[in-house]
């Protein structure tokens, strides 16, 4: 609202100074002026005060208007302004719900083109496999068609005494032969490929929203036995075609990710040690050889693992290592069994984890895929890490025993000085 600039005790001063003219025409009358029709009358002091009185209102009233005006003027640009921003916040809603709808629809086109590649990518792997696998077929068929002629020349050969021929001939042979096998293996693998990727699709399907599902299950959904999905999944596991899941080979369980499985493992283990909390508690005498046993089935196991990997002198050498310092460590904790608080984790997690991924490395030993190689490498990796833990938790017991020798060294220093019998005190006598 526009500020008023004007006194606002100006209505008052000029009621006041209208009164005090009332009042001194009151007292004073002014000398009438003569006209043409004789002296004028002297005015009346109350129609004057009449007269002001009426001027004041008009004034009063005409001030209160403009001030009302420009009132109303301040509201109706303050509606005007609101019913803007109104409409600036409706259309910027407007805008935004516009928006979200143009990126749902846009993540719902990019979603359904996805699909169609993903299913164009499997159709054409399918396809190239089948091309492949054809190919392969007919150059192990050709390659066998000239490995019996091959052979009817190297017979003819050997009953006319052509033994050059009969040499030539066995060379070709045998080069045809390992052709013929090669064309087999490879073109049987790429025909087999579409076939093990329909399997995989119908064992996905057969959990549906489930995590974990018996073997069985997926046995009947590809109606296949149990021991062939079984090995069949393990070698998806290893290839990478189900990545991070697990197969539990004792209880027959899929599990499509691996944390499933370990969650179940510790709700296994957390009811076993409540079911064994209910029973006899083990002595430490039965905690000491358990924990021992299981040190002397580790090292036996590595045993195995340094013959098998006796080629590979790099994990060979890092087993070698790893076998020695556990041997050392078990060693010591027979000889010292208030050690055995420190070893019993390594015995119960990093002993039976080290012998699993020993396990998985001698699987895809023979394996010469991308994958395969990247999990040899990984596995080697993590031995080296796994000898530094081993060397460090074989330090930790060292120092130990070394604070215990230094403080009893300390102690027997103390008392031979308090004796008199330290080789300072015999100096200070002399």
């Known amino acids: 609202m526009p500020q008023n600039t004007k006194d606002p005790y100006q209505y008052e001063r000029m009621l006041r100074e209208r009164m005090q003219q009332a009042q ?11 006209g043409p029709s004789g002296p004028r009358r002297p005015a009346d002091p109350a129609e004057e005060l009449r ?46 719900q516009f928006r979200q709808q143009a990126r749902q629809m846009g993540d719902q086109m990019a979603s359904r083109v996805n ?16 091309f492949g696998g054809t190919l392969c077929v007919c ?55 579409p076939a093990k990727r329909q399997r995989m699709r119908r064992y996905l399907a057969a959990m549906g929203e489930e995590t974990a599902v018996p073997v069985q299950r997926l046995a009947e959904a590809v109606q296949r036995p149990v021991p062939f999905v079984k090995k069949e999944i393990s070698k998806m596991i290893r ?23 370990r969650a179940l493992q510790r709700k296994q283990e957390a009811a076993a040690r409540a ?30 693992h340094i013959r098998a990997t006796g080629a590979e002198p790099e994990v060979c050498g890092q087993l070698e290592h790893m076998r020695t310092t556990a041997g050392d460590i078990m060693s010591w904790v027979a000889a010292h069994p208030q050690s055995a608080g420190k070893v019993r984790r390594f015995a119960r997690y990093y002993m039976p984890t080290t012998l ?45 025993t070394a604070l215990d020798v230094s403080s009893e060294i300390s102690a027997m220093q103390t008392m031979l000085a308090q004796d008199g019998l330290s080789a300072e005190n015999f100096i200070s006598k002399e």
């Open 356 to 400: 699993k991924l020993l396990r998985t490395y001698d699987d895809v030993k023979g394996q010469q895929s991308d994958v395969a190689s990247g999990i040899r490498q990984d596995i080697g990796g993590i031995l080296g890490t796994l000898n530094t833990a081993f060397d460090n938790l074989q330090a930790d017991l060292l120092s130990d």
């Open 24 to 34: 001194q025409g009151r007292t004073q009358p002014p000398t009438p002026r003569p």
């Open 139 to 193: 150059g192990a068929v050709g390659c066998g068609l000239a490995l019996i002629g091959l052979l009817i020349a190297t017979v003819v050969g050997a009953v006319t005494a052509q033994y050059d021929v009969v040499l030539v001939c066995g060379i070709l042979t045998l080069v045809f032969g390992l052709f013929t096998g090669a064309f087999t293996a490879m073109g049987r693998w790429l025909l087999m490929v």
């Open 275 to 304: 079911a064994a909390g209910k029973e006899t508690p083990k002595t430490a005498q039965d905690e000491l050889d358990e924990l021992m046993q299981q040190g002397r089935d580790f090292i036996t196991l590595l045993d195995e």
């Open 51 to 96: 007269r002001n009185i009426q001027e004041l209102g008009f004034t009063i009233a005409d001030e209160v208007g403009r001030s009302l005006r420009g009132a109303a003027d301040e509201v109706r640009r303050s509606t005007a302004g609101s019913a803007g921003r109104a409409r600036r916040q409706e259309r910027a809603a407007y805008n935004y």
């Open 115 to 130: 699909m169609a590649s993903a299913g164009w990518s499997e159709s054409l792997r399918s396809g190239l496999s089948v």
């Open 239 to 261: 290839q990478g075609w189900l990545p991070n899941a697990y197969l539990d080979d004792q209880e027959d369980v899929f599990f499509i990710n691996a944390e499933e499985y």
